[in-house]
C-alpha cells in the first residue's frame, strides 16, 4: 500500500455550523484548537499506521503534550472540566485526520467519563483523577470477553476477594491499546456468586495487571487502534471498584458518551471522504464542457453526512439537558434513542463514505492518490460491527414492546 502525504487542511474546510464553545479554560487554549493541532500530526502519520496496523504514537503523544487526557477531570481535580459535546466535537475533528487515533482518544475519554461521572465519591477514584490530568493516562477499555463477544452488559470472570485485596482473571478478546495504555477500565462479574449481569466497573493501573497476548488485530480497517487479544491477570484493592453498580454507569454514561464520542469520529471519517469526493469532482469539473458524472453520489454523500450531523447533534443537547438527571438518562425513551443512534449513525456513515466513493469512482477505489477513499471505507466498516448493530437492534427490539405509545404532544 503507496503511503501518500494526506492535505488536513483540505479536509478540514467543511463549513461545519456553529457549535458551543468548550467550557474549558485552558492555558493551552480552547480545546477545539488543541484537537486541531493533534489533528494536523495525526493527518501526516494516518497512512503509515493504517499500512502498519500500528498504535499512532504521534497523535496520542500530541494529544498528551496538549494535555487532552485529563479534559473532562473536574477542573477542582486539576482537570479543565471538559463537557461531553467538547469532546465529541474534538472526535469529529480527529476523526478526519486519522480513523484509529480518533477512535483510541473516543474510547479513553467514555471510560474518563465513567470514571469522572460515577467517581468522585470514592477517595482511590478521586486521586486517580488527578493522576490522569497530571501523568497523561490513557484509559483502555475492556468490556469483550471470551467467545460471547460484545455483549456488554453480562461479564463471565468475577472478581475474588481477599480482605481489602482484589483479584481478576480475564479473558480480553478484544482490547484495544492494551499493550500501549496506563490503566484498564474493566467491566467484572460483582464476585462468584453473582449472575453475569451483577457487574462492576474496576479501574486497574498498569503495574496492576499482566497482559499476555492471545489474538493479534490484522484487521480491513482501524488497524491503528491494536485490538488484539489478552489473558488479563489484575491485582488490586477492593477500592478500585467504581462505587456504583455497572448496570447504573453502563445506562447513564458508558452508552451515552460511547454512542456519542464514536458517532463523533464516524461523522468525522465521513467528513473526509466526502472532502476527498468534493475536491476530486472539483478538479474534474474545472475546464471540462460538461459536469463530471458521479455528482449525485457527492450530493448522497453530503446529504448521509448533514443527516448523521444533525442527529448526533440532536442526541448531544438531549444528553446535555439531562446529564445530571439519572431518572431522565434511565428512562426508555432516551435509552431507546441513545441506542438506536448508534445503530444509525454507522450506517449513516458507512452509506456516506460508499457514496463519496462511488462518486470519485476508480480513483476512489485506488490507494495511490489524493482521492482515495479506501482507508476512510475500511475504517468506517467497523462502525457496524463495534457493538454488532444486530445485537443492538434485538435488544431494543425487545425493549421497545415495554414503551407505550404517546397519546398527546406534551405531556408523554
Ligand atoms: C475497532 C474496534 C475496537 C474495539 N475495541 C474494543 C475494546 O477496546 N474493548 C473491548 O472490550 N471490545 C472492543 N471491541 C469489540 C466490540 O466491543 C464488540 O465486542 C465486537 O465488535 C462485537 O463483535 P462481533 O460482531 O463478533 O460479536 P457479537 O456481538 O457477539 O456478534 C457475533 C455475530 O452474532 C450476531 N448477533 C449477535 N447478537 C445477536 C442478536 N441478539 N441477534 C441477532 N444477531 C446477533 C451478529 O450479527 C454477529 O454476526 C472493538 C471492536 C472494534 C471493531
Known amino acids: ?53 500500528r498504535f499512532p504514537v504521534e497523535a496520542m503523544d500530541a494529544a498528551r503534550h496538549e494535555k487532552l487526557l485529563g479534559a473532562m477531570v473536574p477542573v477542582s481535580l486539576g482537570g479543565e472540566g471538559a463537557s461531553v459535546q467538547d469532546i465529541v466535537d474534538a472526535c469529529y475533528i480527529l476523526g478526519q485526520a486519522c480513523s484509529s487515533a480518533a477512535m483510541i482518544f473516543a474510547m479513553h475519554h467514555v471510560k474518563a467519563a465513567c470514571i469522572v461521572r460515577h467517581g468522585q465519591a470514592s477517595a482511590w477514584h478521586r486521586e486517580f483523577m488527578c493522576r490522569m490530568v497530571q501523568q497523561q493516562l490513557l484509559l483502555a477499555s475492556s468490556t469483550t470477553e471470551g467467545q460471547a463477544g460484545g455483549d456488554v452488559r453480562n461479564s463471565e470472570a468475577p472478581v475474588v476477594y481477599d480482605g481489602a485485596l482484589i483479584s481478576l482473571e480475564r479473558a480480553a478478546t478484544v482490547l484495544s491499546y492494551g499493550a500501549q495504555a ?30 499476555s497476548p492471545t489474538f493479534s488485530w490484522q484487521t480491513l480497517g ?85 443527516t448523521l450531523r444533525a442527529m448526533l447533534q440532536d442526541m448531544l443537547n438531549q444528553f446535555a439537558s439531562i446529564e445530571n438527571n439519572p431518572a431522565a438518562l434511565s428512562a426508555l425513551d432516551f435509552q431507546t434513542a441513545i441506542t438506536l443512534l448508534k445503530v444509525d449513525i454507522s450506517e449513516h456513515a458507512v452509506a456516506s463514505v460508499m457514496a463519496s466513493l ?28 463495534m457493538i454488532n448493530n444486530d ?18 404532544l406534551q405531556n408523554h
Open 222 to 306: 482501524m488497524r491503528g487502534t491494536c485490538s488484539g487479544g489478552f489473558h488479563m491477570a489484575a491485582k488490586g484493592q477492593a477500592v478500585q471498584i467504581m462505587p456504583q453498580p455497572y448496570a447504573e454507569i453502563h445506562t447513564q454514561t458508558m452508552t451515552p458518551t460511547a454512542h456519542l464520542m464514536w458517532g463523533g469520529v464516524w461523522a468525522g471519517i465521513a467528513a473526509t471522504a466526502h472532502e476527498r469526493a468534493r475536491l476530486h469532482l472539483r478538479k474534474a469539473a474545472r475546464g471540462a464542457a460538461q459536469p463530471p458524472g458521479g455528482l449525485v453520489h457527492l450530493a448522497k454523500a453530503r446529504t448521509g453526512l448533514t
Open 182 to 211: 496506563d490503566a484498564i477500565v474493566t467491566t467484572a462479574r460483582r464476585a462468584a456468586g453473582s449472575l453475569s449481569s451483577d457487574q462492576v466497573l474496576v479501574v486497574f493501573d498498569k503495574a496492576d495487571y499482566t497482559l
Open 1 to 53: 500500500m503507496n503511503i501518500h502525504h494526506v492535505d488536513f487542511s483540505a479536509t478540514h474546510k467543511l463549513e461545519t455550523p456553529a457549535q458551543p464553545e468548550p467550557t474549558g479554560d485552558h492555558p493551552q487554549g480552547l480545546l477545539r484548537e488543541r484537537a486541531e493541532r493533534v489533528a494536523a500530526i495525526a493527518a501526516l502519520h494516518a497512512d503509515d499506521v493504517d499500512a502498519n496496523s
Open 358 to 385: 462511488r462518486a470519485c469512482g476508480l480513483t476512489g477505489y485506488r490507494e495511490d492518490c489524493e482521492a482515495s477513499i479506501g482507508r476512510q471505507l475500511r475504517d468506517i466498516l467497523a462502525a457496524p460491527v
Open 391 to 408: 445485537r443492538i437492534a434485538t435488544n431494543l427490539g425487545n425493549s421497545t414492546l415495554l414503551v407505550e405509545t404517546p397519546h398527546n
